[in-house]
């Protein structure tokens, strides 16, 4: 069994209202967690878009009612992201999330929807972690 910081696994939560302009501190926040993760600048920046395009499928582009709950659980190499809405979700017209979609699988690869869409996960391993 491994022990000692790199063995570790920590999980932020971050909170923010689920107003579009709030958006930008799950791509900070995540920025940083991954850079100190062992992440290239290539993957923050698909780490960074992910997060984004996560978040505006929840709020289906515009500023809803209730709150957005930013899950990252980190360990030395990976990450596991989980965005949830609590409050009125978005209308479901199915063009954002085709092109967010297709986002994601660039980027991230698998995504995980639970809660009838009202959370959306995904993970990542660095390309270098040994």
């Known amino acids: 069994m491994t022990s000692g910081p790199a063995a570790s696994r920590d999980t932020i939560r971050m909170t923010i209202p689920a107003l579009l302009p709030f958006v ?49 659980t980190v360990a030395r190499g990976t990450m596991r992201v989980e965005v949830s809405i609590a409050g009125t979700p978005g209308v479901d017209d199915g063009l954002g999330e085709q092109l967010a979609e297709q986002i994601l699988a660039a980027t991230v690869g698998k995504v995980e929807i639970a809660d009838d869409g009202r959370s959306i996960a995904f993970a990542m391993t660095a390309a270098d972690d040994e």
């Open 24 to 72: 930008r501190l799950p791509r900070v926040a995540i920025a940083g967690l991954a850079t100190r993760s062992g992440f290239s600048y290539d993957e923050v920046e698909d780490l960074r878009l992910a997060v984004g395009e996560v978040c505006q499928v929840l709020l289906d582009g515009a500023d809803r009612d209730g709150s957005l709950t930013i899950s990252f």
